[in-house]
């Protein structure tokens, strides 16, 4: 069974860090898409950054861009999300997700897995 547990959030003055913690289980993941979503209340879930297991490569929404960083431990089966200079926008449910394709990854649609999520508040 597969799981993906989430870790890491908290409250944070504005300009602070996190580092979130995506624990992925039940399968091996090379090949996978990693993602992080957030969303904040009344608003929809959006992309914030995606890695692909094999080779590391990264890709950021606008808005987080130059300040969050996306990573993952293949030992640890873990994957990261260090979150800096952090704005009361940031804040939001922070979510976890895999897929095993490419194609519209910045989409939520075609993530097969989702972790429960953790908060981050940030506060002005």
């Known amino acids: 069974q597969v799981r993906l547990v989430e870790s890491g959030g908290g409250l944070v003055q504005a300009g602070g860090s996190l580092r979130l913690s995506c624990a992925a289980s039940?399968?091996?993941?090379?090949?996978?898409?990693m993602g992080w979503f957030r969303q904040a209340p009344e608003k929809e879930r959006e992309f914030v950054a995606v890695?692909?297991?094999?080779?590391?490569?990264?890709y950021y929404a606008d808005s987080v861009k130059g300040r969050f960083t996306i990573s993952r431990d293949n030992a640890k089966n873990t994957v990261y999300l260090q979150m800096n200079s952090l704005k009361p926008e940031d804040a939001a449910v922070y979510y976890c997700?895999?897929?095993?394709?490419?194609?519209?990854?910045?989409?939520?649609?075609?993530?097969?897995?989702w972790g429960q999520g953790t908060q981050v508040t940030v506060s002005s």
């Open positions: 997700a895999a897929r095993d394709s490419g194609g519209a990854i910045f989409e939520l649609k075609g993530y097969e897995y």
């Open positions: 890695i692909r297991w094999s080779g590391g490569r990264t």
């Open positions: 039940g399968r091996t993941f090379s090949g996978y898409y």
